[in-house]
């Protein structure tokens, strides 16, 4: 999809009759790698333009997963609190174990040998009934601190996945094409990863708890077995890089040429809660796509909302059912509060028995849960009231008995139905699949938002990608909630989290190192966020879960477009000599960044500014007056012309010299100044956005310009 400026470039063009929106009729998939765009012809095959048959699907790209997603961050927002992400990396509970290696979507039936290059292993000494194949070309799993040997109950000793977050991931990166995926009948369509050509590593560091020492020997091992790209869904509070093992293992993988892709964190929408904010790291976060499984709520004055669901339970058709809100449902040892967010034991199942059920969506009990405890209450179905943070996110659950969430608005809606009716009635749809959905994608509530508390001069996230009711496989060793209650059993499943999103980079950055072998992790990331998207298929700006128009806080460069990072024109490249310099600016000493390096290094006496860092995005968090950042960009594409246009932040002066940049070749760098001015209205708002894009008419290099502007 063009943005506006490219659209109205075009349109002023004297050949040109019009510009709008082209659209499709055509066979659906399951569906995020269809909103990224340009993927399939109508014939439902790979487009010959598309990076899919450009970079021939991945083809013997090497992509490990580190199951490491935890009840929190990554892992499911779907059915667990978010708020446990903010725990140290040694406290993260995990919920990702390894992978299910007889799921289909590693099966390798047409794959050629295993590549030369690999040089790991398939660690099944433990459990011998585990295989690795020509796809699924090895897996590890990490016990350091002797978390597993001592679990109760026992778990299994192997690189197995035993609760379906890790299959997930690694099929939505990777995963070979699947026909007929779906999860109760619901998204069904050809399930594949970014990369689904691409082989795959398992590397197993959570068992209950999350270790350091089990992620740094994985990083070790993942630069020795020879992968290309490191998909890493988990995360802590952001810390200092020095204590940071995700910081310091990622720094080794990336000074070899390995991308290592990030989840960005769940503890949106609150700011300044990204995680992996290290600027080696590629950070994810997670927005929605066109695709919902709606679930209608009729009230007894023939009122609907539109909520959503994927229980495979449904109420017989055109009932209506008596309605009560948990909190007029309680037991006399209860509270209203906790009746309200239907707790554990908390409905009185006198009260209960036959009716649908009001609950309230708070963070520290799962939602499947609550239906759960209204389904042993004797209730016949539940209403899910989603909170006034969450907004008009919602997020589609397997519940264990007809179930609908609705919105925040529609859910004040109810509650002035149930106080002014004196017998409420209300009756739930079955769930069914819905396409084309407006707007889309917008940005997930629990998204972790910037900016970087640790670094501001580094924006973070840098992008956005699908990571909301993503369907991929998953393990049969548990039922779909993850629940030990949850005795059903499918092959795919549908998650949300920032776990999900972090997959899809890590596919399309498997994609752009087939395309592109001799390219850096930067020049990749460089080129899936200078042409990002940062509008909706209603052809206007994002949107945040409550209809507000987000920023690069939400989104970083904007909404991944595949197919346009193949050829971005130009590219921000960083060394690993800028790396370490940049550390510098941290203030490290010789003996500090040895952590990093292997050996003592002694800064210059004249440190760089973290601003300068050869970075996509330009942030400056504490302009006064005027400041001065420096770029270089290395031209990827033709010999050509690049002129620059600026978007100017609210208050602020933005001059860019020189504003054209002439390239007589491949590979040719230009370095650019932009200056930054303030003027008195932007002084104390607060953090104020705008960007930068070169472009030599085919070619849009985008980067957002994040400042805060002081007296």
């Given at each position: 999809m063009l943005e506006e400026e490219e659209a109205t470039l075009i349109s002023e063009h004297p050949d040109v009759v019009s510009v709008f929106e082209n659209t499709m009729k055509t066979l659906h998939t399951t569906r995020s790698w269809d909103v990224m765009g340009g993927f399939l012809n109508r014939q439902g095959k790979a487009h010959p333009e598309s990076i899919w048959a450009k970079a021939d699907y991945g083809d013997d790209i090497i992509v490990a997963n580190f199951d490491t997603g935890s009840s929190s961050v990554p892992s499911m927002p779907s059915f667990l609190p978010p708020f446990l992400f903010g725990l140290s990396l040694t406290k993260l509970r995990s919920h990702s174990k390894g992978v299910w290696p007889e799921s289909e979507s590693f099966g390798d039936e047409g794959y050629?040998?295993?590549?030369?290059?690999w040089r790991g292993i398939c660690q099944n000494n433990t459990k011998h009934s585990f295989h690795c194949n020509r796809k699924l070309i090895g897996a590890r799993f990490y016990d350091l601190s002797q978390q597993a040997k001592s679990a109760s109950p026992p778990v299994e000793y192997s690189p197995r996945d035993s609760e379906g977050h890790g299959t997930h991931t690694l099929s939505t990166a990777a995963g070979g094409f699947v026909r007929g995926a779906n999860i109760y009948g619901r998204a069904k369509g050809t399930a594949r990863g970014g990369s689904p050509h691409a082989r795959v590593a398992a590397y197993k560091v959570c068992w209950d708890l999350c270790a350091d020492a089990n992620l740094l020997a994985a990083f070790?091992?993942?630069?020795?077995?020879?992968?290309?790209v490191i998909s890493l869904s988990v995360g802590a509070l952001p810390s200092e890089y020095l204590f940071d093992s995700i910081a310091l293992g990622?720094?080794?993988?990336?000074?070899?040429?390995?991308?290592?892709?990030?989840?960005?964190?769940?503890?949106?929408p609150t700011p300044g809660t990204v995680s992996n904010i290290a600027p080696w790291l590629f950070t994810v976060g997670a927005s929605t796509i066109d695709r919902e499984f709606y679930s209608l709520v009729t009230l007894a004055d023939n009122k609907k909302m539109k909520g959503v669901s994927l229980s495979p339970k449904s109420l017989p058709a055109h009932k209506p059912y008596p309605l009560?809100?948990?909190?007029d449902a309680k037991r006399p040892n209860a509270s209203a509060e906790e009746a309200g967010w239907c707790y554990p034991a908390t409905l009185d199942p006198g009260k209960v028995r036959g009716k649908i059920v009001v609950c309230s969506r708070d963070p520290s009990l799962a939602r499947v849960e609550k239906g759960v405890d209204v389904l042993k209450a004797g209730g016949a179905g539940m209403i899910l009231a989603n909170s006034d943070e969450e907004g008009n996110s919602l997020v589609a659950d397997p519940h264990f008995l007809p179930a609908s969430m609705i919105t925040y608005k529609d859910a004040l809606r109810l509650s002035s139905y149930l106080k002014s009716t004196k017998s409420p009635t209300a009756t739930i749809s079955p769930a069914t699949t819905v396409l084309g959905v407006k707007p889309a994608p917008a940005m997930a509530s629990f998204s972790s938002r910037g900016p970087n508390l640790i670094n501001p001069e580094i924006l973070k996230p840098d992008i956005t990608a699908p990571g909301v009711d993503i369907l991929a496989a998953f393990t049969r060793e548990v039922g779909p909630t993850m629940l030990d209650v949850d005795k059903r059993r499918v092959g795919f499943n549908v998650m949300s989290g920032t776990s999900m999103s972090c997959p899809h980079i890590s596919g399309v950055a498997g994609l752009l190192k087939k395309l592109h072998p001799r390219w850096s992790p930067a020049a990749i990331r460089s080129a899936i966020m200078t042409t990002a998207r940062t509008r909706d298929n209603t052809r206007t700006p994002m949107k945040d879960a409550n209809r507000e128009k987000a920023t690069p806080f939400d989104y970083g460069a904007g909404h991944v477009r595949p197919n346009r990072a193949m050829d971005p024109g130009l590219v921000y490249d960083i060394t690993f000599t800028d790396y370490v310099h940049f550390l510098c600016s941290r203030g490290y000493n010789a003996s500090s960044m040895a952590q990093f390096i292997g050996k003592r290094y002694a800064c210059p006496s004249k440190t760089m500014r973290a601003e300068d860092l050869n970075y996509p995005s330009i942030a400056v968090p504490n302009l006064q007056k005027s400041?001065?950042?420096?770029?270089?960009?290395?031209?990827?594409?033709t010999p050509g012309t690049y002129n620059v246009r600026i978007k100017a932040p609210f208050g602020i002066d933005?001059?860019?010299?020189?504003?054209?940049?002439?390239?007589?070749?491949?590979?040719?760098?230009?370095t650019f100044h932009v200056r930054l001015r303030s003027r008195g209205e932007?002084?104390?708002?607060?953090?104020v956005f705008g960007g930068l894009t070169w472009t030599?008419?085919?070619h849009y290099v985008r980067s957002p310009l994040v400042v805060n502007a002081f007296s």
């Amino acid at each position: 999809m063009l943005e506006e400026e490219e659209a109205t470039l075009i349109s002023e063009h004297p050949d040109v009759v019009s510009v709008f929106e082209n659209t499709m009729k055509t066979l659906h998939t399951t569906r995020s790698w269809d909103v990224m765009g340009g993927f399939l012809n109508r014939q439902g095959k790979a487009h010959p333009e598309s990076i899919w048959a450009k970079a021939d699907y991945g083809d013997d790209i090497i992509v490990a997963n580190f199951d490491t997603g935890s009840s929190s961050v990554p892992s499911m927002p779907s059915f667990l609190p978010p708020f446990l992400f903010g725990l140290s990396l040694t406290k993260l509970r995990s919920h990702s174990k390894g992978v299910w290696p007889e799921s289909e979507s590693f099966g390798d039936e047409g794959y050629g040998p295993v590549p030369k290059r690999w040089r790991g292993i398939c660690q099944n000494n433990t459990k011998h009934s585990f295989h690795c194949n020509r796809k699924l070309i090895g897996a590890r799993f990490y016990d350091l601190s002797q978390q597993a040997k001592s679990a109760s109950p026992p778990v299994e000793y192997s690189p197995r996945d035993s609760e379906g977050h890790g299959t997930h991931t690694l099929s939505t990166a990777a995963g070979g094409f699947v026909r007929g995926a779906n999860i109760y009948g619901r998204a069904k369509g050809t399930a594949r990863g970014g990369s689904p050509h691409a082989r795959v590593a398992a590397y197993k560091v959570c068992w209950d708890l999350c270790a350091d020492a089990n992620l740094l020997a994985a990083f070790d091992d993942a630069i020795h077995d020879g992968v290309d790209v490191i998909s890493l869904s988990v995360g802590a509070l952001p810390s200092e890089y020095l204590f940071d093992s995700i910081a310091l293992g990622s720094f080794h993988a990336v000074q070899r040429g390995i991308t290592v892709v990030c989840s960005a964190g769940n503890e949106g929408p609150t700011p300044g809660t990204v995680s992996n904010i290290a600027p080696w790291l590629f950070t994810v976060g997670a927005s929605t796509i066109d695709r919902e499984f709606y679930s209608l709520v009729t009230l007894a004055d023939n009122k609907k909302m539109k909520g959503v669901s994927l229980s495979p339970k449904s109420l017989p058709a055109h009932k209506p059912y008596p309605l009560i809100d948990g909190s007029d449902a309680k037991r006399p040892n209860a509270s209203a509060e906790e009746a309200g967010w239907c707790y554990p034991a908390t409905l009185d199942p006198g009260k209960v028995r036959g009716k649908i059920v009001v609950c309230s969506r708070d963070p520290s009990l799962a939602r499947v849960e609550k239906g759960v405890d209204v389904l042993k209450a004797g209730g016949a179905g539940m209403i899910l009231a989603n909170s006034d943070e969450e907004g008009n996110s919602l997020v589609a659950d397997p519940h264990f008995l007809p179930a609908s969430m609705i919105t925040y608005k529609d859910a004040l809606r109810l509650s002035s139905y149930l106080k002014s009716t004196k017998s409420p009635t209300a009756t739930i749809s079955p769930a069914t699949t819905v396409l084309g959905v407006k707007p889309a994608p917008a940005m997930a509530s629990f998204s972790s938002r910037g900016p970087n508390l640790i670094n501001p001069e580094i924006l973070k996230p840098d992008i956005t990608a699908p990571g909301v009711d993503i369907l991929a496989a998953f393990t049969r060793e548990v039922g779909p909630t993850m629940l030990d209650v949850d005795k059903r059993r499918v092959g795919f499943n549908v998650m949300s989290g920032t776990s999900m999103s972090c997959p899809h980079i890590s596919g399309v950055a498997g994609l752009l190192k087939k395309l592109h072998p001799r390219w850096s992790p930067a020049a990749i990331r460089s080129a899936i966020m200078t042409t990002a998207r940062t509008r909706d298929n209603t052809r206007t700006p994002m949107k945040d879960a409550n209809r507000e128009k987000a920023t690069p806080f939400d989104y970083g460069a904007g909404h991944v477009r595949p197919n346009r990072a193949m050829d971005p024109g130009l590219v921000y490249d960083i060394t690993f000599t800028d790396y370490v310099h940049f550390l510098c600016s941290r203030g490290y000493n010789a003996s500090s960044m040895a952590q990093f390096i292997g050996k003592r290094y002694a800064c210059p006496s004249k440190t760089m500014r973290a601003e300068d860092l050869n970075y996509p995005s330009i942030a400056v968090p504490n302009l006064q007056k005027s400041f001065t950042v420096s770029r270089t960009v290395r031209n990827v594409g033709t010999p050509g012309t690049y002129n620059v246009r600026i978007k100017a932040p609210f208050g602020i002066d933005v001059s860019v010299k020189p504003q054209t940049l002439e390239f007589a070749k491949v590979e040719e760098e230009k370095t650019f100044h932009v200056r930054l001015r303030s003027r008195g209205e932007s002084v104390g708002v607060g953090y104020v956005f705008g960007g930068l894009t070169w472009t030599d008419g085919t070619h849009y290099v985008r980067s957002p310009l994040v400042v805060n502007a002081f007296s």
